[in-house]
């Protein structure tokens, strides 16, 4: 029960996490970017369900070679009796037995051709999506990236016209980060599911390099909220606030 991951139990953590962010940050791209990263959780649903089940235009590909192979291994045994009961020479029997053997070592090269093209068609659909979720690694990146907190636990450089403005507290900026970082970590879980219903080498390579950048953004992202942790003013995080709707928004 416990040993493979929930589509379904992941993508009601997605929409949780989207309510989350749309009550602290109303109207904010974040919340827009995670409202994205629940639409295509959905469409994992499907995409998997389509992986894991037979391509049947192959499957039926197969079978026809299969019967074709049957056939001619017939044909074959035929010509050998027919040959043994009027007693052809042998070199009458190889002319006879050459070609239909060598059509079978053909029909054997297009079932392992048809049984390889099941698995690369499976896994071109998977590594499509893994690309959409290490595309939006890096857009949850960005939005991370202009969130320093030295605006906030020091003397903060003076600004230009290009600094960005940054309008949220210590309390607002750590959970805005703390909300990419669960994004993040949930793109790695999306990603684990392709090749939970796929184990094929290079899928489950492609979800490895995933993980490994969500998991390197998540670090970044984790060394600016023990930085904002260590801020007095900070203090404990509250369990819920007076008036989220009244809360700054931060995109």
Not at 1 to 15: A, F
Not at 83 to 97: A, K, P
Not at 101 to 112: D, F, K, S
Not at 162 to 172: C, G, H
Request: aromatic fraction near 4%.
């Amino acid at each position: 029960m416990y040993r493979e991951l929930d589509v379904d139990r992941t993508i009601e953590t997605l929409h949780t996490l989207r309510n989350r962010v749309g009550e602290r940050f109303p109207d904010s791209s974040l919340q827009a970017v995670c409202g994205e990263l629940t639409d295509l959780a959905r469409e994992t649903r499907k995409r998997i369900e389509s992986i894991s089940q037979p391509h049947m235009p192959t499957r039926l590909g197969v079978a026809l070679v299969l019967l074709l192979a049957i056939g001619l291994t017939a044909l074959m045994v035929t010509g050998i009796v027919v040959s043994q009961r009027d007693r052809f020479s042998i070199v009458e029997l190889i002319q006879v037995t050459e070609p239909a053997t060598n059509e079978i070592v053909l029909i054997g090269a297009a079932l392992l051709f048809l049984f390889g093209m099941e698995v690369r068609i499976k896994r071109t659909r998977a590594l499509k999506v893994l690309h959409e979720l290490r595309a939006m690694s890096h857009v949850i990146d960005m939005h991370q990236l202009t969130k320093d907190p030295n605006h906030i636990l020091g003397s903060p450089a003076s600004r230009t016209k290009s600094s960005p403005q940054r309008t949220l507290t210590s309390f607002e900026l750590t959970r805005y980060l703390d909300y990419c970082s669960e994004m993040l970590s949930l793109i790695g879980k999306l990603a684990a599911l392709y090749a939970q219903s796929l184990p094929d080498t290079v899928v489950v390579a492609a979800v490895n390099d995933i993980e490994t950048l969500t998991n390197g953004m998540s670090r970044k992202i984790w060394q600016k909220i023990v930085m904002l942790e260590k801020d007095p003013a900070n203090g404990p995080l509250p369990s819920a606030p007076a008036s989220e709707s009244q809360t700054p928004t931060d995109d």
